[in-house]
């Protein structure tokens, strides 16, 4: 079963897939959510308010925590992100916590976002 909260989502350019493809497993995706340029989401999954899935990745069973989406002032109090291309498998973010991942997303480290984004004034 795949649950969609109210509100709004980016969902694309270019193809996303949100696939709950077990039985009884449960995908949730939030409010405020961003998912592009190929994102798949498959499994298990919790994508939080404001997470975001920037990439052509696929992203199984993975629990991207929620938080104000990619305009709000603070970073570290964003959602969050997973970035790049390829396979994040069984990733679990916080808020402000970003992964940009090029092939196997395990070898790649957490950042803060607040690395690659200032907090605007």
């Known amino acids: 079963m795949v649950r969609c909260d109210g509100g709004t989502c980016s969902l694309g ?17 939030g409010n405020r959510v961003r ?12 994508v939080g308010d404001g997470a975001q899935v920037l990439g052509a990745i696929s992203a199984r069973s993975v629990r991207l925590a929620g ?13 969050a ?15 402000g916590e970003v992964v940009n991942g090029l092939g196997d997303f ?12 200032p907090r605007s004034k």
Not at 14 to 25: R, T, W
Not at 106 to 117: G, I, K, T
């Open 13 to 29: 350019p270019d193809g996303v897939q949100i696939k709950a493809d077990q039985p009884g497993s449960v995908l949730s995706v």
């Open 35 to 46: 998912l592009l340029n190929g994102a798949e989401i498959v499994g298990a999954s919790v």
């Open 67 to 79: 938080g104000d989406d990619f305009t709000g002032a603070d970073p570290d109090h964003c959602g």
């Open 81 to 95: 992100v997973l970035k790049g291309a390829g396979l994040a498998r069984g990733i679990r973010l916080e808020a």
């Open 106 to 117: 395990a070898a790649a480290s957490v950042e803060r976002q607040l690395a690659h984004h």
